[in-house]
């Protein structure tokens, strides 16, 4: 019998055999059963229905309709397994779209967070009657990425013992919304040391004089830390991004065990990402800076700034617990720091044991509204 799992795929690996089972879930195969793809009838009732004519097995079914103020199920996979990728579309690249996944017996998510956030997209703005229209940015890292027009992408790893549940909440109150999805996942047998993917968000609007923005706490258990998306909202003028990204691993209590130089060296970046007196922009395959705002002189107030930093290649370790907050600082009269008060909103992405504690609440649908210019 072969014993290659099939997960952990690499150049290296991926022409080995393995007896894992390659499965999906979408419209198309809401159960992602064996040989149950593309058998939904065409909707005879509509007039329009694209597929009236052609009949079964001619994509009748391309969406889910997500009613207003409704949660779907997406998927409900039995294990052991592991997700292998995710791919969203459709007019749901909105704060006002929660996604949420669940490991194992585990009642409260692993994975709680608005759907363009999980995709390091912050300020996300999309018209309903306009899906289409911009302003548009791409991704180009290893795990996550972003194409035209709007079509999100995911490649974390997501292994799992007993059932992953993944649900998409729809908190618009005035309209269903289109959802087009595909979950890639395999059948397989996982190790005992694999751990779970968490991926929780976090915003506060405006931080407090001189309060660092916490990332992430409340983490028990062994894991490791695996990125950071972030989107800053900047309320002062001149540089504003000098703030350490520190970690507090197992026993730290006052002082971090790693602690960086500034947000944008955190990033991969440096000297404010400032060349000509001009914000530069990048996406690479584990950090960026891929999308700054600017204001117009009227309703776009604010400069607003997106970034990402996946540690993949440099994972950080803890055994009991874990702290990560970031600083706010900028630059005053007479060569000193300026804590900031800026509008600030993250993800953390880490794996770890279970169980897991509950996250903080999210906030409301008002709360997590990323405000558009017009």
Known sequence: M??????????????????????????????????????????LSNPNAPARELGVGWKCRPYVSIAACETAELALINGPGAIQSLWFAGSIIL???????????????????????????????????????????????????????????????????????????????????????????????VPDHAAYFHAQFRQVNPLPYKQPYLILDGISGQGHYVGTSMGWGINNNRWWGEGEVKFYIDDDKEFPTICGTGLEDYFGGAWAWDVDNKYITY???????????????LYQSQHRHSMYRWHVMDPIRFDRTLRVDVQALGWRKGHRYYPGQHDISSVAFWYQTLPTAPFPPLGDRDALEVIMPA
């Open 95 to 189: 704060r006002e779209f929660i996604l949420r996944v669940y490991w194992d017996d585990q009642e409260h998510p692993s994975i709680e967070c608005p759907l363009p956030d999980f995709f390091a997209m912050p300020w996300s703005t999309q018209r309903p009657k306009q899906p289409l229209a911009g302003p548009l940015f791409t991704i180009n890292s290893t795990p996550v990425v972003v194409n035209p027009n709007r079509g999100l992408n995911c490649f974390w790893e997501m292994p799992f013992r007993k059932r992953c549940r993944i649900t998409l909440e729809n908190r618009e109150s005035e309209r269903a919304a289109e959802c087009f999805y595909q979950i890639n996942y395999t059948l397989t047998d």
């Open 283 to 297: 996406s690479t395959p584990f950090m960026g800076m891929h999308d700054v705002q600017l204001p117009n002189g």
């Open 2 to 43: 072969n014993s290659f799992n099939g997960l952990g795929l690499h150049l290296g690996n991926l022409s080995l055999l393995s007896e894992a089972k390659s499965r999906s879930i979408s419209a198309e195969n809401p159960t992602g059963a064996s040989g149950m793809g593309a058998r939904a009838e065409p909707d």
